[in-house]
T-cell receptor, first 115, second 114 residues
């Protein structure tokens, strides 16, 4: 499976500010995904990032709040904008295996705390 | 959209006993069912998966069964060990306009008591 890294691993931010999370993969992948995992909860898909096209957002998530970039086949960023304490969560990127998006492998996650 | 229900939410077993986690899904178009294990503070790790054309799959102490008609699938762990303690997530995957969208269950916290 691909080696996936995320930066930062954790951060504490003030409300009203923005944080950009980076996801780097050691091989080219077609699909990259961003998830949110609130404390003690399951994983919720925020959006799907396909290189060269606009990200596809799930119900309840909007581009103004969670802008995503996918400049190439090994890298993506997720920005959490105008943060509030409710945005405190773990944010995980995942990648599909090769050209398949069904089997997904996760990055180590970014633990975000908003004060 | 897809809805995946998972039971139980917590499960305690004695070391050496078996553990069973059950999930149901709603979308008959779902065709791929992965299971993930998440240890505290770690990323979810794929432990086993099954596709809709298969009824059962086994990998050492772990097995998964799928009943497409009833839309349910289960994870079976035999001879449990303390290192099996973690949160387990089932998931169902279906095509969503050109990519496979994975919907996760709510998770089962498994505790194996030595």
């Amino acid at each position: 499976s691909a080696v996936i890294s995320q930066k930062p691993s954790r951060d504490i931010c003030q409300r009203g500010t923005s944080l950009t999370i980076q996801c780097q993969v050691d091989s080219q992948v077609t699909m990259m995904f961003w998830y949110r995992q609130q404390p003690g909860q399951s994983l919720t898909l925020i959006a799907t990032a396909n290189q060269g096209s606009e990200a596809t957002y799930e119900s309840g998530f909007v581009i103004d709040k969670f802008p995503i970039s996918r400049p190439n086949l090994t890298f993506s960023t997720l920005t959490v904008s105008n943060m509030s304490p409710e945005d405190s969560s773990i944010y995980l990127c995942s990648v599909g295996r090769g050209d398949s998006s069904d089997t997904q492998y996760f990055g180590p996650g970014t633990r975000l705390t908003v004060l | 959209g897809e809805n995946v229900e998972q039971h139980p939410s917590t499960l305690s077993v004695q070391e050496g006993d078996s553990a069973v986690i059950k999930c149901t899904y709603s979308d008959s178009a779902s065709n791929y069912f992965p299971w993930y294990k998440q240890e505290l503070g770690k990323r979810p790790q794929l432990i086993i998966d099954i596709r809709s054309n298969v009824g059962e799959k086994k990998d050492q102490r772990i097995a998964v069964t799928l009943n497409k008609t009833a839309k349910h699938f289960s994870l079976h762990i035999t001879e449990t060990q303390p290192e099996d303690s973690a949160v387990y997530f089932c998931a169902a995957s279906a095509d969503s306009g050109g990519y496979q969208k994975v919907t996760f269950g709510t998770g089962t916290k498994l505790q194996v008591i030595p």
